[in-house]
């Protein structure tokens, strides 16, 4: 579900025809709509309306300020991964005690700076990381909240790269060895270990390897209590898919997520902390990109756009799949060829659909790459020297530039000669 429809033949963004902002901003641009973040955001928290539950949305997936603010004020938590999203989420208005910090490799300095916000929690990965943060803690007169993210052993079915809880990826600490851990834990005196943390992957479409890693937190978090830790808090990772290919695939939905949550560990009386961001964000956004040229190669079209793999990364990254859409509704029913829609870099992996049937685009049209809000922007680059891609909020009938576009003296600017190369 989302807010970019055709009307009077045009993809509009909300209210907002999209050629409108092209003239106005350029191409390409992201454009991301309001009222698909906000009904997002609320269908979740509507999800779990009955249950002791904090959404902190993942900072990663789009860290915008303008879209951090949006769902500030709808009463979000955040989920950040360095010093700068922490920083990014207080600008944004965050409160400290609805924010958490995870990764497996948080400096001493980022973990200094997060205690003296006063953070919620810490989701700690490994001994090491324990015992840093302990004795970062105590030299701060302060304990840390921790979490320990164990990893289940599950198999969210997602593609290798953004798999995380199967036993060869980096998270997390196995499972059988959480219970020994949480023991030593317990006498670091800067802590206070009182979470169990989880986060499988992303992009998971299947209810079932939730099912089995909340069952297998559920043991743990009884097992623990048994042995007299005091476990308040469950944080229950992020991963809710979306759909990128239409109705191919059904992502489940926010009801029946919760219902899982309620049924495998509702009765553990434990806070619920969710961190979602590309079911929040995902199909809330899209690239918008121009036609340069079109190329007839030996046996295969290939539509030369504005956009490349520096502006949106994943489908090189991931193989993953946007699907393409006219800006102007009359090519839909025009003739298809098959094609590759590619980019104006330097790499054989720069392309942002591969063998499609889509309309027989010309030169100077626009098109739109869709569901491209969660880890579009956020990964972008400057490589061979592109600017960085501007981002465009829409609200109703209104827009707003979020970040513009840098100048060539900007992006030049940022290097510096030695000495024995100036003048
Ligand atoms: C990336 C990440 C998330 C967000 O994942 P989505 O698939 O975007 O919901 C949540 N928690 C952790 C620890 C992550 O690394």
């Known amino acids: 579900m989302h807010h970019f429809d055709y009307r009077d033949g045009v993809l509009h963004a909300e209210d907002i025809p999209l050629p409108r902002l092209a003239v106005e901003v350029g191409t390409p641009f992201y454009c991301y709509s309001t009222a698909t973040l906000e009904r997002h955001y609320r ?13 902190c949305f993942a900072v990663k997936s789009n860290s915008n300020q303008a879209v951090l603010k949006t769902m500030a004020r709808l009463g979000a938590g955040m989920d950040v991964v360095s010093e700068g999203e922490l920083r990014r989420a207080r600008a944004a208005g965050v409160p400290a005690e609805k924010i958490i910090f995870a990764g497996v490799g948080k400096s001493r300095e980022e973990m200094a700076y997060a205690l003296s916000e006063g953070i919620f929690s810490f989701n700690v990965e490994s001994e090491p990381e324990l015992v840093a943060l302990s004795e970062v803690a105590e030299g701060a007169g302060v304990q840390a909240r921790v979490a320990i993210r164990v990893n289940p052993d599950v198999d969210a079915k997602t593609h290798a790269k953004i798999s995380t809880g199967k036993s060869e990826n980096k998270f997390g600490i196995p499972y059988l060895a959480a219970i020994p851990l949480y023991e030593k834990a317990r006498r670091l005196p800067g802590l206070d270990v009182s979470g169990i943390h989880m986060h499988i992957g992303s992009q998971i479409t299947d209810l079932a390897p939730f099912r089995d890693a909340f069952r297998l937190m559920r043991d743990l978090a009884l097992e623990l209590r048994r042995e007299g830790h005091a476990i308040h808090h469950l944080d229950i990772g992020g991963g809710l898919g979306v759909p990128y290919r239409g109705s191919n695939e059904v992502p489940p939905h926010p009801d029946e997520y919760a219902m899982l949550v309620r049924e495998t560990l509702g009765d553990l009386g434990a806070r619920i902390y969710l961190e979602p961001g590309r079911m929040i964000v995902g199909n809330a956004g899209l690239l918008v990109t121009r036609v340069l040229y079109v190329k007839d190669g030996a046996g295969k079209r290939f539509t030369i756009v ?21 800006v102007l509704m009359s ?22 659909a591969v063998e499609r049937e889509l309309p027989a685009f010309e030169a100077e049209e626009l098109v739109a790459v869709m569901t491209a809000g ?4 956020v990964m972008s ?43």
């Open 43 to 55: 269908v979740l928290a509507e999800a779990f309306a009955g249950q002791d539950a904090v959404i």
């Open 306 to 326: 504005d956009a490349a793999m520096n502006d949106l990364i994943r489908p090189t990254l991931y193989e993953a799949y946007h699907e393409v859409w006219p």
């Open 331 to 352: 090519r839909l029913s025009g003739p298809r060829v098959m094609q590759d829609i590619v980019g104006p870099v330097c790499e054989t992996g720069d392309y942002l």
């Open 374 to 377: 969660a880890y579009g922007a």
């Open 381 to 423: 680059s400057t490589y061979n020297t592109r600017l960085l891609v501007p981002e465009v909020l829409v609200n109703g009938h209104e827009f707003a530039v979020v970040r513009p576009r840098p100048s060539y003296d900007d992006l030049i600017g940022l290097d510096r000669l030695p000495s024995w190369l100036a003048g």
